[in-house]
């Protein structure tokens, strides 16, 4: 299953810096977009969300864009804080049902 | 702020038993999940859960799955006899469908011996 690809496994950024994120997807049917960071030992955590009709959204220091045409979905996190630190999987769906994750990119912001 | 709870946090199984998992989502939510992660894998969609019935599942999905909502508050995960490949991080969840956005449990780790 590789309909949803995250192909940076790591990033590390400044503390006060932006953070981008990004994930690619194959399906062009998928609708739905979804972003969640994960702690250790914790499940993932809904961050932002995206659908098929817009192409950006904002909550605070979360932005979401979506380019369809390229297929790619990006987060960028302005100012990127040391909380950030976590890894951040996208996920996708055509339902709303099933989402499909990737698999994940480690973000460290570094004070 | 409200959560999804997952008990226990760590099962142990021989191979062929039946497991349950179990998890408490939030109480206004509609909308009720199973994922698993299997170590170093990407997090996959097992079934999703709606008015008292599965609303989609998945390949993984198979006979050996089973969910339920027995009493209004739980929602459980039973597999009637555990493989080694079932050995993953399951995590339930929930939502109410206004943003799609899940709350996640903190899973639960079965290991099957």
């Known amino acids: 299953d590789q309909q949803v690809k995250q192909n940076s496994p790591s990033l590390s950024v400044q503390e006060g810096r932006i953070s981008i994120l990004n994930c690619d997807y194959t399906n062009s049917m998928f609708d739905y977009f979804l972003w969640y960071k994960k702690y250790p030992a914790e499940g993932p955590t809904f961050l932002i969300s995206?659908?098929?009709?817009?192409d950006k959204n904002e909550d605070g220091r979360f932005t979401v864009f979506l380019n369809k045409s390229a297929k790619h979905l990006s987060l960028h996190i302005v100012p990127s804080q040391p909380g950030d630190s976590a890894v951040y999987f996208c996920?996708?769906?055509?339902?709303?049902?099933?989402?499909?994750f990737g698999t994940g990119t480690s973000l460290t912001v570094i004070p | 702020e409200p959560e999804v709870t997952q008990t226990p946090s760590h099962q142990v199984t021989q191979m062929g038993q039946e497991v349950i998992l179990r998890c408490v989502p939030i109480?206004?939510?509609?909308?009720f999940y199973w994922y698993r992660q299997i170590l170093g894998q990407k997090v996959e969609f097992l079934v999703s859960f709606y008015n008292n019935e599965i609303s989609e599942k998945s390949e993984i999905f198979d006979d050996q799955f089973s969910v339920e909502r027995p009493d209004g508050s739980n929602f459980t995960l039973k597999i009637r006899s555990t493989k080694l490949e079932d050995s993953a991080m399951y995590f339930c969840a929930s939502n109410n469908r206004l943003n799609y956005g899940y709350t996640f449990g903190s899973g639960t780790r079965l290991t099957v011996v």
């Open positions: 996920a996708a769906s055509v339902t709303g049902n099933q989402f499909y």
């Open positions: 995206i659908s098929s009709i817009k």
């Open positions: 109480s206004n939510h509609l909308y």
